[in-house]
């Protein structure tokens, strides 16, 4: 294991004041887990944003392979950190080592997958309308634009993904990719974690030639550091992924500056799956099996967790029930991610179990120890209204079997639905067309639809949307995973009538890059001709 020192990385320097403030747990234990680690101060967070801020300029002028490079240099030192990464990892998380070694060659294979963006240039939506000075009445301008960084931006790391949603996870890439620094407040839980791939990425920028102050990492355990980086006046976007408080918490600080910013927030999901009656007459089994799977991923610790499944009542209804009950019998108890996760699970449990209308059938464990199995109950369509605690998250491995009377039970359940990350829908065929109108319903309040197939697990893609409305994100029109993730670090920048030279080389006539733009309304690749 690392010598790991407990301190901050601030534009590629370790610090911290003492005294430390706090140390991680072993999360399957509760024991403490050295080193510790000082609470950042409002100087450093101050002394991070300004380095940020200062490496802004040299960024703009980075020539793309340079920063692609980088991004392919931290790739392989996070799969260099091999098992010493993932065995803390382990500790800090309780995850399985098996999923968290897919979980660093995930997000290797992020910061590749960004540094072909980069390479590639197309997300920057290059357009030019030339100029025609002969035009009449008035002459045309000569009216450029692409995209461009934003600035600085601050990261929060998330328990649920210790090194994919951390501190060189998509948010952070994403964000070098846009050419934007990058100041990360790595999680409490993991801060061990955090200090081995922060490593990683300073010396990656360092053998670059980079700015240093193009990234920095900095620790807390309290809530003042978050509103510190949050309102700090060089701060440009944000990037937050856990609890509705804690995402509500920060837009409306950052809302409430004198310069508002954007904070791009996945805030959870209920992730609601609807079962056709063919599909469950015909396959009840097979999908009570991949549901309890599904609700048990990650400790049911995924965003895209399902917390409540919708079907008819009725002999397929009570069919899917009974194979759930045995398969939720066979789940081992597992050690949830942190201290304060478990005991937010424990009590949504409390809840579920005292409303009215909603009943366990399975075992709820004990509220001692460590570790959980998952608990699923059973609720008639009626107890399960707009207000029901059903419809509140409960980050954890429980779900509720809802069962209706028909179509129109349905779509009322969809038309009631705040916003969410996804929803599923299982089907025949020859019956999805009957329910076209709860397809429309949904459209309308989540952010992805998966058909014959459970919501977790995602496929990292150009064509991925991982968002949804309020209050699930922030912002529907942004995903926090995928190529598209870029976007959130980028905004618009017109050039009109510079001259050639004077223009970013994505906007100059000869095209060097190679970029498709669009010009004069049509996409092309060409070198454009001196105009006459």
Known sequence: MADLKGLHLIAGESCGERPAAFTAEEAASGEPLGPAYAEATPAEVDRALRAADDAVAALQTVAPDVLADLLDAIAEGIVGLGDELTDRAHAESALPLPRLRHERDRTALGARRFAEVVRDGSWIQARIDRGKPDRSPLPKP?????????GPVVVFGASNFPLAISVAGTDTVSAIAARCPVVVKAHPAQPGTCELVAAVVAE??????????????????GHDIGRELVTHPLAKAVAFTGSLAGGRALFDAAAARPEPIPVYAEMGSINPVFVLPEAARLRGEEIAKEYVRSVNT?????????SVLLTERGEAADAIVAAVRERAAAVPPAAMLHGGILEAYRTGLATLAAADGFEPFTPIGPDTGRTVTPVFFEADVAAAGPEAPVWTENFGPSSVVVRCDGRADMERVAASLEGHLSA?????????????????????????????GFTTGLDVCPSLHHGGPYPATTHSGYT??????????????????????????????ANPRGL????????????????A
């Open 298 to 306: 990650g400790v049911g610790q995924f965003c895209t967790c399902p």
């Open 204 to 221: 990656a920028v360092a053998a670059a030639g980079l700015p240093a102050g193009m990234f920095s990492v900095l620790h807390g355990a």
């Open 142 to 150: 000569d009216v450029r634009a692409m995209l461009n960084a934003v």
């Open 480 to 509: 926090s995973v995928g190529h598209a993730a870029i976007y959130r670090f980028a905004k618009p920048v017109c050039y009109q009538d510079f001259p050639d030279a004077a223009l970013p080389p994505e906007l100059r006539d």
């Open 424 to 452: 599923a829908v299982y089907g025949e065929d020859d019956e999805i067309a009957a329910y076209g109108g709860l397809i429309r319903l949904l459209e309308r309040r989540v952010g992805r639809i998966v058909y014959n």
């Open 516 to 531: 498709t733009r669009l010009v004069d309304g049509e996409l092309t690749r060409a070198a454009l001709p001196p105009q």
